[in-house]
């Protein structure tokens, strides 16, 4: 099925630990982005993408990178988990004009 | 990016149409006006988007008044599932969006 797909879908993580979450679409959208979803706040942009080698910084980048190699995959990677990470993360991906963006179904991180 | 206010709660019976409001008077000329909803614990969906035409689509349709200062997203027919915050968005449709939602208005359809 076309969409956006994030795994894993939970995840518990130990302080100082590191993982990838994963990224995939398989609508040929160019721009892709990792959000972050604290509960009972909106949205904050970690980093973005506008197409596969391109990449930038959000609002809260920091104890994060990601890497566009392919169109299709956009993993965003936690270097050192710390509990202020837990958090659930949202993909989500777009064409470049005259669309609205395409989330994945979150992937739900905690940090202990 | 223009700012957006919308009420806080509405509540709908089932099966009747929720009309959710949305101020932008301080829009620009290319900005459109976005909508999306988010179900509690799900991501973020997408519904509709215009400039300044009615628009409709199998979800919603969403009326903007002539000076576009505001909006109106309607769901023809509600059901126990459009239960979710919905959130209005006023952004340029080219480029990279970053989203910012606001506190949006939580719709309780009810039987």
């Known amino acids: 099925n076309a969409g956006v797909t994030q795994t894993p879908k939970f995840q518990v993580l130990k302080t100082g630990q590191s993982m990838t979450l994963q990224c995939a679409q398989d609508?040929?959208?160019?721009?892709m982005s990792w959000y972050r979803q604290d509960p009972g706040m909106g949205l904050r942009l970690i980093h973005y993408?506008?197409?596969?080698?391109?990449?930038d910084q959000g609002e809260v980048p920091n104890g994060y990178n990601v890497s566009r190699s392919t169109t299709e995959d956009f993993p965003l990677r936690l270097l050192s988990a710390a509990p202020s990470q837990t958090s659930v993360y949202f993909c989500?991906?777009?064409?470049?004009?005259?669309?609205?963006?395409?989330f994945g179904s979150g992937t739900r991180l905690t940090v202990v | 990016d223009a700012k957006t206010t919308q009420p806080t709660s509405m509540d709908c019976a089932e099966g009747r149409a929720a009309n959710l409001p949305c101020n932008h008077s301080?829009?620009?000329?290319?900005?459109?006006v976005y909508w999306y909803r988010q179900i509690h614990s799900q991501g973020p969906q997408y519904i509709i988007h215009?400039?300044?035409n009615n628009e409709t689509n199998e979800m919603a349709s969403l009326i903007i008044t002539e000076d576009r200062k505001s909006s109106t997203l309607i769901l023809p027919h509600a059901t126990l599932r459009d239960t979710a915050v919905y959130y209005c968005?006023?952004?340029?449709?080219?480029?990279?969006?970053?989203?910012?939602f606001g506190t949006g208005t939580r719709l309780l359809v009810s039987p």
């Open positions: 989500a991906s777009r064409l470049t004009t005259d669309h609205g963006y395409t």
């Open positions: 968005i006023v952004r340029v449709a080219t480029g990279f969006q970053k989203l910012v």
């Open positions: 609508m040929n959208h160019e721009y």
């Open positions: 215009g400039l300044k």
């Open positions: 301080t829009i620009s000329g290319n900005e459109y």
């Open positions: 993408s506008v197409g596969a080698g391109i990449t």
